[in-house]
């Protein structure tokens, strides 16, 4: 079955507790991208990837990092997490930038203490 | 700045009727437009796109307009089913490279 997926789902955690947020697409798609959803903002992109080593920011990159050592990884990673980085994330993928389907993975839930 | 925003938070519908939900941008230059559906506890599922060359697009049950004189866009669901509701999201996409900017959503309520 063709999907995104996202470990963990569910994530508590203090202030400054490193943390990393999985994401893995089964698909071979070239694009992976990063989103924070907040009540009556929607969804901002944080980081993208149009392939293995490139990465680019988004709208809201500060307090995240990112790797895309392997196509089907896209692992979103917070170094030093802060109350306001608590959110519900979610990890997308395409076949290539242009590629109109997105793929959502079933989101994570963060909360920073 | 940019900005993609909906007119209408929440809309509540009689099961059958018509829906539409509508949506502003502001960038003149996107060209490229997706309309998703986001369910409680799940990620968001595409439903429709349209480009900016094109004026309507149909899918099942679903058509969307895209009206670039006033830069706007609508999602059009024909005899809306209880599994209809769910918050809807426009995008648009500014420039190559997926940089897609999402409004805040519509929550859509279908009333039996």
């Known amino acids: 079955e063709a999907q995104v997926t996202q470990n963990p789902r569910y994530l508590i955690t203090v202030t400054g507790k490193k943390l990393t947020v999985t994401c893995s697409q089964n698909?071979?798609?070239?694009?992976m991208s990063w989103y924070r959803q907040d009540p009556g903002l929607g969804l901002r992109q944080i980081y993208y990837?149009?392939?293995?080593?490139?990465?680019d920011k988004g709208d809201v990159p500060e307090g995240y990092k990112v790797s895309r050592k392997e196509k089907r990884n896209f692992p979103l990673i917070l170094e030093s997490p802060s109350p306001n980085q608590t959110s519900l994330y979610f990890c997308?993928?395409?076949?290539?930038?242009?590629?109109?389907?997105?793929?959502f993975g079933p989101g994570t839930r963060l909360l920073v203490l | 700045g940019e900005s993609v925003g909906l007119h209408l938070p929440t809309l509540s519908v009689q099961e059958g009727d018509n829906s539409i939900i509508n949506c502003a941008y502001s960038?003149?230059?996107?060209?490229?437009f997706i309309w998703y559906k986001q369910e409680s506890g799940k990620g968001p599922q595409f439903i429709i796109d349209?480009?900016?060359?094109?004026d309507k697009r149909q899918g099942q049950r679903v058509t969307v307009l895209l009206n670039k004189t006033v830069k706007h866009l609508s999602l059009q669901i024909a005899a809306t089913q209880p599994g209809d509701s769910a918050v809807y999201f426009c995008?648009?996409?500014?420039?190559?490279?997926?940089?897609?900017?999402f409004g805040p959503g519509t929550r859509l309520s279908v009333l039996p």
């Open positions: 997308a993928s395409s076949l290539w930038p242009n590629e109109e389907t997105q793929y």
């Open positions: 698909m071979n798609h070239e694009y």
């Open positions: 990837s149009m392939n293995v080593e490139v990465t």
């Open positions: 960038n003149s230059a996107s060209d490229y």
């Open positions: 349209i480009r900016s060359n094109m």
């Open positions: 995008a648009e996409k500014i420039g190559y490279g997926q940089n897609f900017v």
